[in-house]
């Protein structure tokens, strides 16, 4: 049928129902309940711990805290230019508008005024040098949110600026040489070539691929936006509840900023509507500006974005240039591979640098490169600073070298997916990454052949030249795609956790740990491992809000590590109780402490059943510690920044997607028809928690690489694409008609908590199969015979544009 997408569409029922589709295929209920009657809390789809708080709206949010009496609203006014100079602001006519409290400038902060993560280069208010259109460069604290908000809106009229042209693309800033952290270089030759070797391997190679690619960046889009609440306590203490993956690194920028101890300031998070990487550093201005005016005023104040403001001020995911330049053989082998990444930073350092480095580690994805160049630049430019988002850095790397091997495989005449396996990392040899850390665990070989045979790929890729053959207006493209994902900070010393287990002498039970909880699931999963370890059920088990007062000095959740990191200080803890309780029951009892098992809320002694509660109240008579903490270090990891090398992953999750897509080409629309997902989540310890995140993050990729387009005016750097009028995530409706995800079997290599392995952000990186199932139907539209030109995200504009060229050429 060739007829135009959108009439299709309007013709066919909207399919939402990738549950009933596939729901055997999926999960093993019979299984996960043969194990459950066993005693296993693990690897069972126990539901999200606030699934029904959730649904039935009674889950709190930090707004939702009720208010103090008393509690004062803050709202931010922003630079109305993109770069220059402050020159004043009329703040005896922001004074006087209604409700208005106070009015809070730089000069106003009493300890720094300074929210930056690594660089301490993010002022809270402006402090002179304007550096992106939407920067605060005041706040106005009033007696209702809507008084703060009007009076912050005359921004625009009582700032007086002087404006000079502002830097704003990547490729502006880099032909400035202006960076917000030095270059990075990653140059490996696995035959001891310098750089000018590579070059030459390069160019003597039996083909060559030399192009630039560009990939736009991505806002967060959480459901709940940036907040904070901060009251002000006795003796010059704060308290904070606050949206963030990071509390502890917001208690010790909020006691910069006030200029009081750490011990002075408490920061609480029960839960975030989404985080997605926009609440690891980017939480702090507000937790920083509200907790300055709770000080300053004596009063609770709390901020709260709407969401114009929240993309104004807040950065999101970098926005990547690259220029390339490979040498290939016959078979589509990559012989040797130069790369230039230049992101977009933004105003400041932020996440840049580890984004880069991840972005940096990840250009090898599922391929082993025996020479490679890589170069990487955070340029520095007139724009809101740019943060972590799923994947963080990981998916830029990694779609540089797939838009290669795509192309390479078209050069070829060849079926893409045999060029890629061609280039796939080995098992036993080839297996040696560019920063020298080997890959041990690879399974990609397998669970590619999975795939590829489960999803039909050969066959349906022969149906979709049928149908292109026949078929001018309407064009399928197919694609499949690997994933390889490094697990653990970039950074060391991140890899830690800790936790603190409460058994009360009724036998219930109180879990608190320094991960936070933003709809991943953490907080189940963290409580199934409590469960587990002490053999009571679920719902015995009660996850608290994440608080600096509990456990200090944590890490922010990200990296994927929430579950690896936390679990494994949980089960710490946990487990020190069950010895002790063990030891009190054989003393009681008899028999010795080993033999006590603990499993459904039973335990067993010498022969005697008892309950758990019975035990615990026994053990409490008998002045046993009911509590524990619990720690955790990820072992092995290392890594030299400079040398740009070591052994920074604790080991690789993988996963592959194929995707298959129909492309209108008089209109550049398109569908995605149908996803198969095959991920590898090691022996996963909540299947369901599992399949939602690998759906979510795949439809989350798959809207970055094509609907959501961010657009700052050329002149002005006003970032136009502000609100969902004008920028565009998938919803509901995008999710394809027939959508197949299935977990791989295996267990992870490493000694992870019950050998799951992290889920969060590796299965970002799976549409990336949509991208080039539409880059494969764009080069349909020409005959196979040029490449398609198509940069992500491949909106229905650029994908006409692509069409166009390769009709032309
Ligand atoms: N899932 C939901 N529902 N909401 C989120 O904000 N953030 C993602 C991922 N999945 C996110 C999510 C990101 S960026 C990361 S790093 C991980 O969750 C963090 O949680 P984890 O380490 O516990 O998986
Ligand atoms: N992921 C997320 N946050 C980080 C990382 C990382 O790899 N490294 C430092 N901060
Ligand atoms: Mo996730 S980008 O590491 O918060």
């Known amino acids: 049928m060739n007829q135009p997408i959108s009439s299709q569409l309007l013709a066919r029922p909207v399919a939402f129902a990738p549950y009933q589709d596939n729901h055997g295929l999926r999960l093993d209920s019979a299984a996960e309940a043969r194990a459950h009657a066993a005693g296993a809390r693990v690897g069972i789809s126990q539901a999200h711990e606030s699934a029904q708080l959730h649904v039935t709206g009674s889950a709190t949010y930090t707004d939702d805290i009720p208010e103090l009496a008393g509690t004062l609203h803050c709202a931010l006014g922003l630079a109305p230019v993109a770069a220059g100079r402050l020159l004043s602001i009329d703040l005896a006519l922001l004074a006087a508008q209604p409700g208005v409290v106070r009015v809070f400038t730089a ?3 009493p300890g720094s005024n300074d929210w930056g993560s690594i660089v301490h280069d993010d002022p809270i208010l402006c402090d002179g040098d304007i550096r992106y259109l939407g920067q605060p460069v005041f706040a106005v604290v009033a007696e209702s949110r809507e008084q703060a908000r009007r009076a912050a809106a005359l921004a625009k009229k009582l700032i007086q600026a002087e404006a000079a042209t502002p830097v704003l693309t990547p490729q502006d800033a880099h032909a400035k040489s202006q960076y917000v952290v030095p270059p990075m270089h990653l140059v490996r030759s696995s035959s001891g070539l310098d750089e000018a070797g590579i070059q030459a391997r390069i160019q003597a190679a039996p083909h060559r691929l030399q192009g630039q690619l560009d990939v736009g960046g991505q806002e967060q889009f959480y459901l709940e936006g940036q907040i904070s609440y901060a009251i002000p306590k006795e003796a010059g203490g704060m308290h904070v509840h606050c949206s963030t993956q990071h509390p502890s690194e917001m208690q010790h920028l909020v006691a910069h900023a006030l200029g009081v101890a750490a011990h002075a300031v408490l920061v609480e998070c029960r839960r975030m509507g989404g985080g997605f990487g926009g609440k690891e550093s980017q939480s702090a201005l507000f937790a920083c500006m509200a907790s300055v005016a709770a000080q300053q005023l004596q009063r609770p104040v709390k901020l709260r974005l709407d969401r114009d403001d929240d993309f104004m001020i807040t950065g999101r995911r970098h926005c990547f240039w690259y220029e390339y330049d490979v040498g290939y053989d016959d078979a589509g082998r990559i012989l040797g591979a130069a790369v230039t990444m230049v992101s977009r930073a933004g105003h400041s350092a932020d996440l840049s640098a580890p984004v880069m480095t991840r972005a940096l580690c990840h250009f090898d994805n599922a391929y082993w ?17 740019n943060t972590a988002f799923r994947g963080f850095g990981g998916p830029q790397g990694a779609i540089a070298i797939e838009y290669i091997l795509d192309s390479i495989a078209r050069q070829l005449q060849q079926d893409p997916l045999a060029v890629r396996r061609a280039n796939f990392y080995g098992t036993a040899t080839h297996n040696i990454t560019p920063y020298l850390q080997p890959v041990r665990d690879n399974v990609i070989h397998e669970l590619v052949d999975q795939l590829e045979e489960r999803s039909s790929y050969q066959a349906r890729r022969a149906a979709i030249a049928a149908f292109n053959a026949t078929s001018p207006v309407l064009k ?10 490094g697990i653990s900070f970039n950074v060391k010393h991140f890899n830690q956790a800790g936790a603190l287990v409460h058994v009360y002498t009724d036998g219930s039970i109180l879990v608190n740990h320094g991960g936070t909880e933003m709809g991943q ?3 189940t999963k963290v409580a199934q491992v409590v469960a587990h370890e002490l053999g009571v059920d679920f719902a015995r088990v009660r996850a608290t809000a994440t608080d600096t007062s509990k456990v200090a000095n944590t890490s922010a959740t990200a990296a994927s590590t929430g579950t690896d990191l936390n679990g494994k200080a949980a089960q710490d803890a946990a487990r020190q109780i069950r010895e002790r309780l063990a030891a009190c029951a054989a003393a009681r009892h008899g028999g010795a402490a080993e033999d006590v098992r603990f499993a459904n809320g039973q335990v067993t002694v010498a022969g005697k059943t008892i309950s758990f509660e019975t035990l615990v109240g026994e053990a409490y008579l008998d002045r046993v510690q009911l509590w524990s903490d619990g720690f955790y270090a990820t072992p092995g990891l290392s890594w030299d920044r400079e040398k740009m090398q070591g052994n920074p992953f604790y080991y690789f999750a993988y996963g592959a997607a194929v995707s298959e897509v129909v492309v209108d080409t008089l209109t550049g629309e398109w569908k995605l028809l149908r996803a198969d997902v095959l991920h590898d989540v090691g022996r996963s310890l909540n299947p369901a928690v599992d399949i939602g995140q690998v759906e979510g993050a795949f439809i989350q990729g798959m809207g970055w690489l094509t609907t959501e387009e961010l657009v700052w005016h ?19 409706n995008d999710c394809p008609p027939e959508f197949h995800v299935q977990l791989f079997e295996g267990a992870n290599a490493m000694d992870s908590i019950h050998r799951s392995k992290a889920v969060g952000e590796p299965p970002l990186l799976l549409p990336f199969s949509v991208f080039f199932a539409i880059r494969d139907a764009v ?7 040029a490449l398609p030109p198509l940069q992500a995200p491949a909106t229905s504009e650029a994908i006409l544009r692509a069409i166009g060229a390769v009709q032309a050429g």
Do not use: W
């Open 779 to 785: 080069a349909a539209a020409g005959g196979h015979q």
């Open 714 to 732: 050329p002149q002005t750097g006003l970032l136009m694409t502000h609100a969902p009028s004008t920028y565009k995530i998938p919803t509901a």
């Open 107 to 109: 000069a106003d902060i």
């Open 476 to 485: 399928r493209g197919l694609a499949l795609t690997p994933v390889k994902f």
């Open 369 to 385: 490169l025996p020479e490679v160049a890589m170069h990487g630049f955070c340029g520095k430019t007139n724009t809101q600073s």
């Open 521 to 523: 699931g953490l907080n």
